[in-house]
C-alpha cells in the first residue's frame, strides 16, 4: 500500500514521538485501530448531562429554574477559564489581556440577555411554592462568582463600602470578614449571619482567603495598572475593564433584581428570599458601589454608579 508523503510525514513524527517517550508506536497505533469512531453525545456526556436536574417538587416549571441556574454556573466555569489564562500568563500582553476580557464579557453579555428566562419564563405562583422547597439554598451560594471577582480586582474592591477605608492596610483574612456580599445575608434586626452564609462560609471561606492571597499581584487591576504604568493600557483594554465592570456590578445585579421584584416583590412586604438573603439592598448597585476598577471612571460616573443603567433594565417590571 502506497502512503502519500503527508501522511509518511505523519508516521515519522509520532515514531519521533513515541521514542523520546520511550513508548512503542505500534501499541499505540493497535489501540487507534481498534478504538470506535467518537460521537457527539459521548464526547460532551450528553446523558450524564440531561439526568442533572433533579426537582424536588411536581411544579413543571422547577425543571426551568434548575436548568437555567445549571447554565449560569457553566457560564462561569468559562469565565473562570478565562480568569485562569489571564492571571497565569508568563508573559501577559495587552493583545492577550483584550481578546481574554473580551471572552468574559461576551459570556456575561450572553448571561444577562438570557436572563428573561428567569424573570419571565416561569408562572409566578408556581415559582412561589416550589421555592419553599429549596431552603436554604439561594443563587448567592454561587462560589465560582465570587472566584469571577477575586481575580477581577483588587481584594479590598470587594470590602462593604462602609469599611474600605478603614481595611486598605488589613490583611486578606481580615478583609474578608466584611466582603460585601456577607452583608446581603445577615439579618438585619439581629446581625447574626444566615444559614445561607454559615453554609457558604463553611464551603469556601479557605479557598477564596487562599485565591484572594494568590490573586494579590495578578488580579486584573493590579495587572491593569502595571500596564498603565508602562504607559501600554490601550483605549481598547480601557474599555474592556469599563465593560466587565458594568457587566458583572452593574447588569448582573440588576437582572436579579428585576426578577426578584418580579417573583418577590408583594404589598405590603417584600417576600423574604429562599437563602433569607436582603436582596432589597444586596442586589441594587447604587448600594453597594461595587467597582472593580476605580480609577477608570470619573469621579461623576462613581457617583451616579448603576442609575444610568436601571431605569433601562428594570423597564416593564
Given amino acids: 500500500m502506497h502512503f502519500s508523503p503527508e501522511i509518511e510525514d505523519r508516521l515519522n513524527q509520532l515514531q519521533e514521538k513515541y521514542e523520546a517517550m520511550g513508548q512503542d508506536m505500534n501499541s499505540y497505533l493497535d489501540g487507534l485501530l481498534y478504538a470506535d469512531f467518537l460521537t457527539y453525545w459521548d464526547y460532551i456526556h450528553l446523558d450524564t448531562l440531561l439526568s442533572l436536574q433533579s426537582p424536588k417538587t411536581p411544579f413543571p416549571d422547577e425543571e426551568i429554574f434548575i436548568i437555567y441556574h445549571q447554565i449560569t454556573e457553566l457560564y462561569f466555569k468559562l469565565a473562570l477559564h ?33 436572563f428573561g428566562i ?27 462568582y465570587r472566584m469571577i471577582e477575586i481575580y477581577a480586582t483588587d481584594f479590598i474592591n470587594l470590602v462593604a463600602k462602609d469599611k474600605r477605608e478603614e481595611l486598605q492596610q488589613a490583611t486578606i483574612d481580615e478583609q474578608f470578614e466584611y466582603l460585601y456580599w456577607k452583608f446581603g445575608a445577615t439579618e438585619l434586626s439581629t446581625g447574626k449571619k444566615t444559614l445561607t452564609l454559615k453554609q457558604f462560609e463553611k464551603k469556601y471561606s479557605k479557598t477564596f482567603i487562599e485565591l484572594g492571597k494568590a490573586a494579590v499581584t495578578h488580579n486584573f487591576n493590579t495587572l491593569a495598572k502595571q500596564f498603565e504604568a508602562a504607559s501600554e493600557l490601550t483605549p481598547e483594554l480601557r474599555n474592556e475593564l469599563r465593560q466587565l465592570d458594568i457587566n458583572v456590578n452593574v447588569n448582573w ?28 439592598k444586596y442586589l441594587p448597585p447604587r448600594f453597594q458601589k461595587r467597582i472593580f476598577y476605580p480609577w477608570v471612571w470619573t469621579d461623576e460616573e462613581k457617583d451616579n454608579w448603576g442609575k444610568a443603567w436601571v431605569d433601562d433594565v428594570l423597564s416593564g417590571v
Avoid at 480568569?83 to 448571561?111: D, H, M, P, W
Avoid at 424573570?119 to 465560582?144: C, I, N, T, W, Y
Avoid at 421584584?261 to 436582596?279: C, F, M, Q, S
Wanted: aromatic share 12%; proline share 3%.
Fill in 82 to 114: 478565562e480568569c485562569k489564562q489571564i492571571a497565569e500568563a508568563s508573559q501577559l500582553t495587552v493583545e492577550f489581556f483584550i481578546a481574554r476580557l473580551k471572552r468574559i464579557n461576551r459570556y456575561f453579555g450572553a448571561l444577562t440577555h438570557s
Fill in 118 to 144: 428567569m424573570v419571565d419564563g416561569m408562572e409566578k405562583e408556581q415559582f412561589l411554592k416550589f421555592r419553599m422547597s429549596l431552603l436554604p439554598a439561594s443563587g448567592f451560594q454561587s462560589g465560582q
Fill in 253 to 280: 445585579p440588576l437582572s436579579h433584581y428585576k426578577s426578584a421584584v418580579r417573583y418577590l416583590n408583594r404589598e405590603p412586604e417584600d417576600i423574604k428570599a429562599t437563602g433569607g438573603t436582603n436582596w432589597q
